[in-house]
């Protein structure tokens, strides 16, 4: 056996192990809150990790993956493009409205559109390449006087559901939020569980909610999240690709 085999073989062992643990604590994190361990979706986090990763992932039965730049996760997403079982693409990072064309090409789910002119951008892009985007807008969970990364307020949240809903191309999910690090995870994810619930009186379907990391998963389950964005626990510390 090669060095390069005995290295895939071995990083195939070490994901593995990675994934049944994360996978295990959703399971009890799920008990603990009394729900079905199906009712939540586990999307992993594979910026910066090559395509044999998300091979390996997609043959441990993760077909959800999710990337943060455009150009890294478009190269990515043309390489596995023919790959079996297809993936499902989300984009977690912000988006700039001049690379919203671009990413309404690969991504199957946008979940950090916090305006409207972003939602105006990516619905253009999406009826231009023929093809409709799930969308999950972004709460602000950061305190009023953080800098912030993104993410509209909670008050804004209804009329923006309701503009971007009335886009071709788009389909409104739910939402999505970061809890803000250091601070009470309880405590944001409370407020996006809320959130969700003001979301579903204008659209009743738009249910899903993208919420917790490797660090706070166990809390984004307690307060109703349907898919956890887990990377480090897993995959490891960063890799670079290119």
């Known amino acids: 056996m090669s060095v390069d085999s005995r290295s ?3 990083r195939a ?19 603990a809150a009394d729900r079905p361990p199906d009712s939540v979706t586990l999307v992993v986090v594979t910026k910066t990790f090559p395509t044999t990763d998300i091979g390996i992932l997609q043959h441990l039965g993760c077909s959800d993956v999710a990337e943060n730049k455009d150009q890294e996760a478009r190269l990515k997403a043309v390489e596995l493009s023919h790959a079996t079982p297809a993936l499902c693409w989300h984009m977690i990072g912000q988006v700039q409205r001049n690379k919203a064309r671009s990413v309404a090409a690969w991504a199957d789910v946008v979940e ?3 305006r409207l002119s972003l939602a105006e951008a990516l619905s253009a892009g999406a009826v231009t390449a023929n093809r409709r985007l799930d969308i999950l807008l972004q709460i602000s969970l950061d305190p009023d006087d953080a800098d912030g990364r993104g993410g509209v307020r909670a008050i ?5 559901a309701a ?7 788009l389909t ?8 803000p690090y250091p601070g009470d995870p309880d405590v944001a994810f409370n407020l996006l569980e809320s959130a969700s619930l003001q979301l579903r009186t204008v659209l009743p379907d738009a249910d899903r909610i993208s919420a917790g990391m ?5 809390a984004a389950v307690r307060h109703g ?18």
């Open 13 to 31: 062992a070490e994901i593995a192990a990675s994934l049944s643990e994360v996978r295990a604590r959703i399971d009890r994190a799920c008990a």
């Open 156 to 160: 804004e949240l209804p009329d923006l």
């Open 225 to 242: 999240a349907t898919h956890v964005r887990i990377g480090g626990a897993i995959l490891g510390k960063r890799a670079i690709v290119g």
């Open 172 to 179: 409104v999910r739910g939402i999505m939020g970061i809890a």
């Open 163 to 169: 503009r971007v809903s009335a886009l071709p191309g």
């Open 112 to 114: 950090s559109v916090d």
């Open 8 to 10: 895939e073989l071995d």
């Open 214 to 218: 490797s660090g706070d998963l166990e």
